[in-house]
């Protein structure tokens, strides 16, 4: 089963190992998928890579967790929407496990193993006990496809 837990934007706070933070990421399409015991957790993140100003902060930190997701130690969501969604489904699950998929878009995916927690402030934290898998994928910087340009022959 398939459920959206939210389609609109909501922020993000994501921590590093090593005391690195990041405030400026945007998710999306919160989705949950259960299979037997399994929730799988899905946030897009493309977004953060949809501007044209390179030096925003959504941008930098999508960048930046493209290049260290393999060093994230939690996300922290404030939304209540998703946390109180998530926590219905959580309860109908006898023992579940959780994964949450960081989708990069042509950047790639990231897949987790996490527990989550209810924050004092509400909002939901998921802490990342491991790194399950990694599809990234790079993006060349003069790729035609990318950039519009056509080939004329």
Same mark, same amino acid.
């Given at each position: 089963?398939?459920?959206? !837990?939210?389609? /609109?934007? &909501?922020? #993000? ?5 090593? +005391?690195? =933070?990041?405030?400026?990421?945007? +998710? ?6 259960? @299979? ?5 957790? &899905?946030?897009?993140? /493309?977004? *953060?890579?949809?501007?044209? *100003?390179? +030096?925003?902060? $959504?941008?930098?930190? =999508?960048?930046?967790?493209?290049? *260290? ?8 969501? &404030? ?6 969604? !998530? %926590?219905? =489904? ?6 579940? #496990?959780?994964?949450?998929? !960081?989708?990069?878009?042509?950047? +790639?995916?990231? !897949?987790?193993?996490? @527990? ?7 909002? %939901? ?15 060349? $910087?003069? &790729? ?6 056509? *080939?004329? =022959?």
């Amino acid at each position: 089963m398939k459920y959206s !837990l939210r389609k /609109t934007p &909501s922020h #993000l706070h994501l921590a590093y190992k090593y +005391g690195e =933070a990041s405030d400026g990421l945007m +998710g999306r399409h919160f989705m949950l998928e259960i @299979q037997d015991r399994v929730l799988m957790l &899905s946030i897009d993140l /493309t977004p *953060n890579f949809h501007t044209r *100003n390179k +030096g925003a902060s $959504a941008y930098l930190d =999508a960048v930046n967790f493209a290049h *260290n997701h393999h060093k994230l130690r939690y996300l922290q969501c &404030s939304d209540n929407l998703v946390r109180a969604r !998530l %926590i219905k =489904a959580w309860e109908q699950v006898q023992q579940p #496990l959780l994964r949450m998929c !960081l989708e990069l878009g042509a950047r +790639g995916r990231y !897949l987790y193993a996490v @527990q989550p927690h209810s924050l004092f402030m509400g909002g %939901i934290q998921f802490d990342v006990e491991e790194v399950l898998e990694e599809q990234a994928t790079r993006i060349r $910087a003069h &790729s035609p496809e990318y950039h519009g340009t056509r *080939n004329h =022959a």
